[in-house]
């Protein structure tokens, strides 16, 4: 019993170096730009998007698969690269297409962040699992081989669509940008405080991450296809409460979800800045235009 449950903890060690590295490189939020332009009439407007090279992938669209990096040799399947030479993963930060999209219009999945899966926690992916020491693989129980589903919020597709303001988030009245900003910060905040456990709270703090993903989701859609793929996720992985190490590891995936919504949020509450940033530009030069027409005809009346 007791070398089960050292190699028990060892499984769990290796597992949570897995997620650890499972991780792609991102953009940081707080630095994006998107530039404008200011036309014949000086107005600032939004400049055409110039796509600009990938700098994760270099513009090849692929980069070295990072999910399977610590399987065991034998493990044949990985939902990145499906274990074929050189494993080579899509790129998550553009998507495979090479160059980055433009921020406006398209954004990382709060779901998956790019990944167009959400991977199976319990097996790390790798769909099964060596039991209490057997030499034959089993089944892993929560995601029954597969190593992982779909993700719901962008059908697999890694990108999607930002703040679902009206007309448009480039267009955006500032009264408009400045409530959806406030919900923003306000949900990046409590995401920020929001410290999971796993084991028998797991259920509870779940509700209260997908009441959190509830309370922004008519500003963002992608929030709100997000909230029941990551429920059911969840669910998913009480399927592998038996294993120990279990409850970190439940702990490490709603802390995960928390992460992926926040990076989304946090590319999202830029672009509102940079839509505000916008407008001020406009409301100071109509301002200037005011004072100045109103000048010329004190002018004239003289
Ligand atoms: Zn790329
Ligand atoms: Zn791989
Ligand atoms: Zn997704
Ligand atoms: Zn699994």
Request: aromatic fraction near 4%; charge should be positive; hydrophobic fraction near 35%.
């Amino acid at each position: 019993m007791h070398s089960n449950l050292r190699f028990w903890s060892v499984f769990a060690l290796l597992l949570l170096c897995a997620f650890a590295s499972a991780q792609q490189k991102a953009l940081i939020p707080e630095k994006l730009e998107r530039p404008t332009a200011v036309d014949d009439k000086g107005v600032t407007q939004w400049a055409e998007h110039k796509a600009e090279q990938c700098p994760a992938c270099v513009g090849k669209g692929k980069v070295k698969c990072t999910t399977c990096e610590r399987y065991p040799d034998e493990v044949t399947q990985c939902l990145d690269c499906k274990r074929a030479d050189p494993r080579e993963a899509t790129c998550r930060m553009c998507a495979g297409e090479g160059t980055l999209p433009d921020p406006l219009e398209k954004t990382t999945c709060p779901g998956c962040s790019g990944a167009s899966f959400l991977i199976c926690n319990v097996c790390a992916g790798a769909g099964g699992m060596h039991i209490g020491g057997a030499k034959q693989r089993s089944k892993c129980p929560a995601c029954g081989g597969d190593g992982g589903w779909k993700c719901g919020a962008c059908d697999g597709k890694r990108l999607v669509e930002g703040a679902a303001l009206k007309p448009s988030l480039k267009e955006a009245k500032d009264k408009d940008l400045q409530k959806a900003l406030a919900a923003t910060d306000a949900v990046i905040e409590q995401l920020s405080k929001f410290e999971p456990k796993g084991g028998p709270k797991a259920r509870k703090d779940m509700k209260a991450l997908v009441k959190l993903l509830e309370s922004v989701q008519s500003t963002y859609p992608p929030i709100k296809r997000s909230v029941k793929p990551l429920d059911d996720f969840m669910s998913k992985m009480y399927a592998g409460s038996q294993f120990q190490g279990s409850e970190e590891n439940e702990a490490a995936t709603m802390k995960n979800m928390a992460e992926r919504v926040t990076y989304y949020l946090k590319l999202q509450k830029r672009m509102i800045e940079l839509a505000h940033k916008r407008n001020e530009a406009n409301a100071q030069a109509a301002a200037g235009c005011a004072a100045d027409g109103k000048a010329g005809k004190d002018d004239k009346g003289k």
